[in-house]
């Protein structure tokens, strides 16, 4: 379609080396191809040219010392990429990985997967190249006042209301927290995660792995499937992983495997949970050491994992939650999962699968929840934080939790009978992409050029 063409080539020239945001943007935009078609006037208000650019990009300098007193400087970011259905809503992620490129993909797929929640949120990202490996509490907390100190000036409970991603967990939210408290005299809701001594919600800890469960549930459901008894593979082994897998065993699926950077726990008994969530909450510990105290299971380095693989998606299981980092499942994995029996994939973490992946599950027919759809529960329970805040008010654990559930099912409902809509009905990849972007596009038109 020469008109996309014509986008794409804008963005590359002017947003040079910024791959992962041009994936993002061509995985989502080729897919509205059938609405363009259909519905003109986004060409003619120029939706596109509109909403792949950035209300806001915020970049800037972040100075601490570390413990032997010595000057450290990283990048901070902040894009504000789209409000046109509310405060700009989406983590923060302290990365070594984080660039201007991947934080503008993440803020992009933020603005569909808001949409897509039903609630009144926009979509933005930020973070910052800092790696919180390693570091010590007191360097952890000079990195997050100072990353704050210039941050505040630019985010507010009505204007845009950050949250956790990689490397950001309540301690870190704390601290950020704290000093924005200080520098703008406001005890509000401008961040979400927070401990829930003082204000934040219960469920957001547990939200994007137990909307990522839900979400599978729902499809499966629709197919006269469910997950009881069957096993399942998941990557990572953070809050996302921990928490996939425990939705997993609440509803009678066996998970037996997680991942850390260094290799890959297989666990055919079934992982641990509590050992897990001992390692990595409060140990801080790589997953090495899981078999010491599970010797029956096996842990496998990546040195040793397939040339260009990664060694969970060989694993034979019925299910995969990818939830770890983007592009961590390929081509060749997803061969691998489709030869092993995988009838099902429900994305955890942001654009996990690469494009050729996804092309493949979609074309197979799998029951497949793209990123921007399956984990849209923890933003939705971040909203849902934003709500409690606003009113004074705390939810119990079932209050939250059902509100989840039911959004989960609202979004696989309104990205299934879109799909069916432009004659795809297992395409949940178009169905999310058109359903998310319409109800921006529709939004963005209703408020003028602005």
């Not at 010392?65 to 894009?79: A, P, T």
């Not at 406001?186 to 994007?208: D, H, I």
């Not at 008994?269 to 001992?278: A, H, P, S, T, V």
């Not at 799998?366 to 923890?378: L, T």
Request: proline share 4%; with cysteine; aromatic share 10%.
């Amino acid at each position: 379609m020469p008109y996309l063409e014509e986008v794409f080539n804008y963005l590359k020239r002017t947003s040079p080396a910024q791959t992962e945001f041009y994936q993002a943007a061509e995985e989502v935009l080729y897919s509205l191809q059938p609405l363009l078609e259909k519905y003109p006037k986004y060409k003619k208000h120029k939706i596109i040219e509109r909403i792949v650019e950035p209300e806001r990009q915020i970049m800037f300098r972040v100075n601490w010392l570390d413990d032997n007193g010595e000057i450290q400087v990283n990048k901070g970011y902040r894009i504000e990429f789209n409000s046109a259905l509310g405060p700009y809503k989406g983590g923060l992620r302290f990365h070594p990985s984080v660039n201007a490129g991947v934080i503008k993909f993440l803020g992009f797929e933020q603005i569909f997967k808001n949409a897509l929640t039903g609630l009144q949120i926009g979509g933005g990202k930020g973070g910052s190249d800092f790696d919180p490996k390693g570091k010590s509490d007191n360097e952890i907390m000079r990195f997050c006042q100072a990353f704050m100190s210039e941050l505040y000036r630019h985010i507010g409970a009505n204007t845009d209301v950050p949250a956790g991603d990689i490397g950001v967990g309540a301690r870190e939210i704390g601290y950020m927290f704290g000093m924005y408290k200080k520098l703008a005299n406001k005890y509000e809701g401008v961040l979400t995660g927070k401990s829930l001594k003082w204000g934040g919600s219960l469920v957001r800890t547990e939200a994007t792995g137990y909307g990522c469960v839900y979400f599978a549930k729902n499809m499966l459901a629709a197919r006269g499937e469910s997950l009881e008894g069957k096993r399942c593979v998941v990557s990572g082994s953070g809050n996302v992983a921990i928490y996939t897998i425990e939705k997993l065993y609440h509803l009678g699926a066996l998970p037996i495997t997680c991942s850390d950077s260094k290799g890959m726990i297989l666990d055919e008994e079934g992982i641990d949970l509590l050992l897990l969530k001992d390692l990595k909450e409060n140990q801080r510990a790589r997953l090495s050491e899981y078999i010491k105290y599970r010797p029956n299971a096996k842990y496998i380095p990546v040195e040793e994992y397939p040339q260009g693989r990664n060694a969970v998606w060989s694993v034979p299981c019925f299910a995969a939650f990818p939830s770890a980092t983007q592009n961590e499942l390929n081509l060749e994995d997803a061969k691998a999962l489709l030869a092993n029996g995988c009838k099902c994939v429900s994305e955890g973490a942001n654009m996990p699968s690469t494009a050729q992946a996804v092309d493949l599950f979609v074309e197979t027919k799998i029951a497949y929840g793209p990123g921007k759809a399956a984990n849209a529960g923890g933003v939705a329970t971040s909203q849902l934080e934003m709500a409690q805040n606003a009113s004074m008010l705390s939810w119990t654990f079932e209050e939250v939790d059902a509100k989840l559930e039911q959004i989960m099912k609202n979004i696989f409902e309104s990205a299934s009978s879109t799909a069916a809509e432009f004659g795809q009905p297992t395409n949940l990849v178009l169905g999310a992409n058109i359903a998310g972007f319409r109800k921006v596009a529709d939004a963005m038109i209703e408020q003028g050029l602005v």
